[in-house]
């Protein structure tokens, strides 16, 4: 009974004693405490090698999707694996092309061998990667909106124009092929001159061959389409109020210049062209900005299409080009304009009906300077002499050849004002010429920039050394404040890279 009861005391006695349970539940503690300390530095390993498959993988995916590279773009994938030297990690590489991109897909996967969490039995955890790029091609239309005033021929703003414009059409061809890129490039100065083929393709109703710049309407400027039918051919003139002498009188300064430089080189996708036609650039005239943007977003709207497609006919616009330009927001097209001043708006002229017409003049011409103008009912004013016959001597001329011998002034004081020294007849003939000034000019810049934006052209201005007017002007017109650049000297070629580089991040995500 003796030793039941010292058993039963001492089993009461181990029930009762907890000494040694707290160092069981430390034991635990600390077993966890190393499993989750484990999970953290095996979790940042993994996340480690992750990020450099991660990686690997991204730059592999976005060079095989390149359409400019030719390899095979699996190859292209596998290739940036095996320099990286996680070859065994790549898995599995789709490709997909379509008439106008290619996206390729990829996947990787690579074992990280555990450290800690070895002490709850697990050897490796995964390192998983995936990604996937995509390439379309955009077709592009640029409208290249150049001014060429004569404020352009000083402080070397014309060489540096030149440059960054060669510069700016190399980076588009570096990144675009060219079946899919149209640029137009268009001069301005106080007018704008299409070209021959260009102009009678657009119908200019006027009936001569010096110039082809067309008389707008303001209600033009409301919209970027130009339909080509009924665009009046403006006057061929020189505005110049000077006398001059008789002996030298002569139109060598017209509104709308002649020169082939300045005429518009539409829809073209030939580098060397393009360039060239940059190169041959030369400055003279008044600013009119809304008279570039007008024609530079109308060679972008589709209702060009008839005139792209007589170019094309014409040789003159590559057959690749049918049917474009494309038709506002379209799904695979952008459209850009990119217009550049060194000046505010300053000034156009334009002949009043029917001095603008070709038909014929009051005035005939005998010999090479023998001018008869009817002063009188049977009475000529014989401008070389100053006197009065009966009847005139040679061939009648037309308005328009009138005024391509001598500028309005030179004929208003020789031809008119001389015939009695009266000022009122003078100044009546120097009122044949009709003038648009600054403020009028900037409101239609303003609404031809809105036309052009409403319809989903990008644009992009530049204010090559401009005053705080014309930066208001330029920045107003732009599609937001980061289009719109204002620079000096020999940042205007960083202007234009710039923009070129945009165009094509705009083209990528397309």
């Known amino acids: 009974m003796i030793r039941v009861s010292s058993t039963r005391r001492g089993l009461g006695r181990l029930r009762r004693d907890e000494s040694g349970s707290i160092i069981i539940f430390s034991l635990f503690v600390m077993v966890i405490m190393l499993v989750v300390g484990g999970l953290g530095v095996d979790t940042m390993r993994v996340e480690a090698k992750r990020n450099h498959l991660q990686s690997t993988l991204d730059r592999a995916v976005l060079a095989a999707a390149d359409l400019q590279q030719s390899l095979d773009p699996e190859t292209v994938v596998r290739d940036h694996f095996a320099k ?17 991109s290619r996206t390729v897909r990829a996947s990787a996967q690579m074992p990280v061998p555990a450290t800690f969490l070895r002490l709850a039995g697990i050897d490796t955890m995964p390192a998983p990667a995936a990604g996937s790029a995509t390439e379309s091609v955009s077709d592009i239309e640029i409208g290249l909106v150049l001014d060429v005033s004569g404020s352009m021929g000083s402080n070397n703003r014309l060489t540096r124009l030149k440059s960054a414009g060669a510069e700016f059409i190399d980076t588009m061809f570096a990144s675009v092929l060219p079946e899919n890129l149209s640029i137009s490039i268009v001069p301005y100065s106080t007018q704008v001159n299409l070209g021959r083929d260009l102009g009678r393709q657009y119908g200019l109703l006027g009936g001569h061959d010096y110039s082809y710049c067309v008389d707008l309407p303001p209600t033009a400027y409301l919209t970027t389409a130009q339909l080509p039918v009924g665009l009046i051919q403006a006057g061929h003139f020189e505005a110049n109020t000077n006398s001059g002498s008789y002996g030298s009188m002569q139109n060598d300064s017209p509104v709308c210049r002649t020169e082939a430089g300045f005429q518009v080189l539409p829809w073209s996708n030939d580098r060397t062209a393009l360039k060239n036609k940059i190169a041959g650039l030369t400055a003279q005239g008044w600013t009119s900005i809304e008279m570039g943007v007008n024609w530079g977003a109308a060679l972008l709207d589709p209702s060009a299409r008839t005139v792209l497609n007589g170019m094309i006919g014409l040789g003159r616009a590559p057959g690749d080009f049918a049917g474009w330009p494309r038709d506002f927001l379209h799904p695979e097209g952008m459209k850009v304009l990119v217009v550049m001043t060194d000046g505010a708006n300053t000034r156009d002229y334009r002949l009043r009906p029917p001095y603008n017409q070709n038909i014929l003049s009051d005035v005939w011409l005998d010999g090479t300077d023998d001018y008869y103008v009817l002063a009188a009912p049977g009475q000529f004013f014989r401008a070389k002499d100053r006197t009065f016959t009966i009847l005139p001597r040679g061939r009648q001329l037309s308005w328009t050849e009138l005024f391509n011998r001598m500028s309005v002034g030179e004929h208003a004081h020789h031809l008119r004002y001389l015939q009695a020294s009266n000022q009122a007849v003078k100044n009546q003939w120097n009122a044949i010429i009709e003038t648009t000034w600054t403020a009028e000019k900037d409101l239609r810049t303003k609404a031809i920039c809105a036309a052009a934006r409403a319809n989903g052209i990008v644009v992009f201005t530049i ?11 330029m920045a107003d017109c732009a599609s937001s404040p980061s289009h719109f650049y204002r620079v000096e000297g020999l940042e205007i070629a960083s202007a234009f890279t710039s923009i070129a580089t945009q165009i094509n991040a705009l083209r990528l995500i397309q």
């Open 463 to 473: 204010g090559f050394e401009v005053d705080a007017h014309a930066a208001g002007v």
């Open 84 to 100: 990286a030297g996680l070859s065994d990690a790549l898995q599995e590489v789709e490709v997909i092309n379509t008439l106008n």
